[in-house]
């Protein structure tokens, strides 16, 4: 249901709120030296994919905790229209159903109201040592040495099988012409 004036407003000062401490956090991490491990090449192709089943990761500590998770929940059934469908007790994470995802269309019925993690998505996932993006993505994740390592196979004997599954090990550009 798409989002009336009260929503908006209010995901529009969390919004505000959520992306400001990302932006502070990743810049602190940053200065420390444990910035984004990965960067993002590409250009989001609009398919909705990332839109179908929503996931938020809670802290480990915090995420046993009963009351903070039906607060976390709550939250986003009430303000951002998720419904919660379950968990990934290994990886931490709440997982919903958007109501704002239209399947006709594969669009968001609130786009401009949208909250932040889904603006942010899939720059999250470059600070994740072993970052995987849905099939559908049009994105790109690639290791920013990737020239060295690409150097590296050269010394490999490799079959073109081998390579290209070594590239995806190894978050190397797909599309890259140039060899091993
Ligand atoms: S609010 Fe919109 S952008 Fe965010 S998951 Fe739902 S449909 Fe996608
Ligand atoms: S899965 Fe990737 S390409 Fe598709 S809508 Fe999400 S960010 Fe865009």
């Not at 500590?61 to 976390?72: D, E, H, P, V």
């Not at 090990?169 to 012409?177: A, L, P, S, V």
Request: aromatic fraction near 12%; glycine fraction near 6%.
């Amino acid at each position: 249901m798409r989002d009336g004036p009260i929503r908006t407003t209010i995901k529009a000062l969390v919004r505000w709120r959520y992306l400001t401490d990302l932006k502070i956090t990743r810049k602190i991490l940053q200065l420390k030296g444990e910035g984004a491990l990965y960067k993002l090449q590409g250009k989001c192709n609009g398919c909705g994919a990332c839109c179908k089943s929503p996931m938020i990761q809670i802290h480990p500590w915090l995420f046993y905790f009963k009351s903070i998770r039906k607060a976390t929940i709550l939250w986003h059934e009430k303000i951002n229209g998720f419904n919660y469908i379950g968990d990934n007790r290994k990886e931490k994470y709440l997982i919903f159903k958007c109501t704002h995802y239209q399947e006709e269309t594969g669009q968001c019925d609130s786009y401009h109201s949208r909250p932040g993690l889904c603006r942010d998505y899939p720059n999250n996932l470059i600070y994740e040592p072993r970052p995987a993006l849905l099939p559908e993505c049009s994105y790109q994740i690639v290791d920013p040495n990737q020239q060295a390592i690409r150097e590296s196979f050269k010394d490999l004997d490799l079959t073109e099988e081998q390579l290209s599954k070594l590239k995806k090990e190894f978050y190397i550009d797909e599309n890259d012409q140039e060899k091993p």
